[in-house]
């Protein structure tokens, strides 16, 4: 899985990925609560939320790697922005912005799927970069 980072080698903006799922309102993370996973660092905002991640990173990491929904389900790479955010079945996924989380809304399983096949490619070959 390619992760989405900063130039910090941070995912996810430093946000404690495990509060998408337990506190339903991300919540940064902190230094001192960090992990290295898949060449990226994740910060969380408590040791027990460190420990969660460390035990199960698949569950709490974003999918797509974190990009944008959106952009992979139609073939390509944008920033995902852990501010726009939803959980679908149990999965975490990020859009660039709050309007382009609407539209994929509107098609939101059908862009899962579609997504989840391009994603087998983008991954490999991480083509140019669009946001």
Request: proline share 4%; hydrophobic share 35%; net charge neutral.
């Amino acid at each position: 899985m390619h992760i989405k980072m900063d130039a910090e080698n941070i995912a996810i903006g430093g946000f404690d990925a495990v509060t998408f799922f337990n506190n339903n309102l991300p919540k940064k993370g902190k230094k001192e609560f960090s992990h290295d996973w898949k060449g990226s660092k994740w910060y969380f905002s408590s040791g027990a939320n460190q420990e969660l991640f460390r035990r199960a990173p698949e569950k709490y990491a974003p999918q797509f790697g974190g990009y944008c929904a959106w952009a992979v389900s139609h073939g390509y790479t944008a920033n995902g922005d852990p501010s726009v955010w939803k959980i679908v079945n149990g999965k975490l996924y990020l859009n660039y912005n709050l309007q382009i989380k609407e539209k994929w809304e509107t098609e939101q399983q059908t862009l899962i799927q579609d997504g989840e096949k391009n994603w087998e490619e983008l991954k490999i070959k991480m083509p140019e970069h669009n946001g």
